[in-house]
């Protein structure tokens, strides 16, 4: 089963930017959604951007399309998210992924079992 360790969150202005990372140890396979996933104080845990490791394929929440990217890289099995033009509604608290699906389709919409200890980051207006 694959650990996750996040980094790189912050305190950033509206429009600012941040690159979260995420190392991926363990077992990743060859049909894993990993990504990232959000959750603000009193709110719902909402997914963020996955990408699909059997086609990589990427998926996004319209919340943030156009705006953030992720990605991979498998050398040093580190997943990225690069998130610019940030808003104060992306305040929350950054949490990272990896788990084995049929396929990618779900990889937004699928409940996860595990995370990683997540990474805080805070936009100001």
């Known amino acids: 089963q694959a650990q996750m360790v996040e980094s790189g969150g912050g305190s950033v202005q509206s429009g600012g930017s941040l690159r979260l990372s995420c190392v991926v140890s363990?077992?990743?396979?060859?049909?894993?959604?990993m990504g990232w996933s959000r959750q603000a104080p009193g709110k719902e845990r909402e997914a963020v951007a996955y990408?699909?490791?059997?086609?990589?394929?990427?998926y996004y929440a319209d919340s943030v399309k156009g705006r953030f990217t992720i990605s991979r890289d498998n050398a040093k099995n580190t997943l990225y998210l690069q998130m610019n033009s940030l808003e104060p509604e992306d305040t929350a608290m950054y949490y990272c992924?990896?788990?084995?699906?049929?396929?990618?389709?779900?990889?937004?919409?699928?409940?996860?079992?595990?995370w990683g200890q997540g990474t805080q980051v805070t936009v100001s207006s």
């Open positions: 363990g077992y990743t396979g060859y049909r894993d959604c």
């Open positions: 990408i699909y490791t059997g086609d990589s394929n990427t």
């Open positions: 992924t990896s788990e084995w699906t049929y396929s990618g389709s779900t990889c937004l919409s699928r409940k996860y079992n595990k």
